[in-house]
């Protein structure tokens, strides 16, 4: 039946941007409210998963973090494969993250990402807000207006605007226009994403890496 897609996989999310923006630390926030001072860099990939209930529906959201550093560049192409949500984070007190999502971040998108994608510009560390030279925030929701994306600040380190982004991202995905996007894509590619009964606890939390 269309509507019940899949059972066993589950909205695929992709966090991607350069070294250091806070991609693990958004993650680890969400999943287990925890946050690491001083984080260690990815290592090719890991992803996570988390059940959420949106309306009456339980969702699986499966969150890929990728590695940001120069060397793994070259596996990210795979993990665009069936990713509809794909969040581009740069760090607010870095000019430079933020240029790398329109010089390399986007572009590897529109090479290798999937047709119709649910796009987030996310601006973490938002907890330095204060600190001097900040990346431009304006030149940041224009790029978001350009790629059709929608824009969020965070901050890993408060949690502030954290659950706000992967429940939009969810809503957005799961909306009246996207759905049947994302439907017939599904159909063609196979499952890739649940939408649970109300008492199916079967799907636990749970962190994976490879
Ligand atoms: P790679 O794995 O190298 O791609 O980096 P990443 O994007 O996953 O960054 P990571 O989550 O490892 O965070 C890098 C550093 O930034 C860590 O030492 C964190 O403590 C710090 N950090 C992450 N998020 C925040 C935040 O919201 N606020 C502040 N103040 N620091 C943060």
New binding site residues.
Partial sequence: MEDDIDQENGIKIT?L??????????I?KYIDDT????????IGANFMEKVIKRGDKEVLLNIW?????EKFHSLGKHFYKDSYIVCF?Y?ITNQESLDSLKATWYPDLQKYGEKYTVLAVVG?????YEEDNLADEAQAKEFAKEINATFFL?????GDGIEKLFNTLADQYLSPEFAPKAKEMIKKRGPSFSVKSKNNKNVQEKKKCC
Avoid at 154 to 158: L, N
């Fill in positions: 966090l941007g350069n070294p250091g923006v806070g991609k693990t630390c958004i680890s946050f690491e001072e001083n984080e260690e860099s990815t973090d990728t590695a940001g550093q984070v760090d973490n560390k938002s907890d330095l965070t901050s890993a380190k408060s």
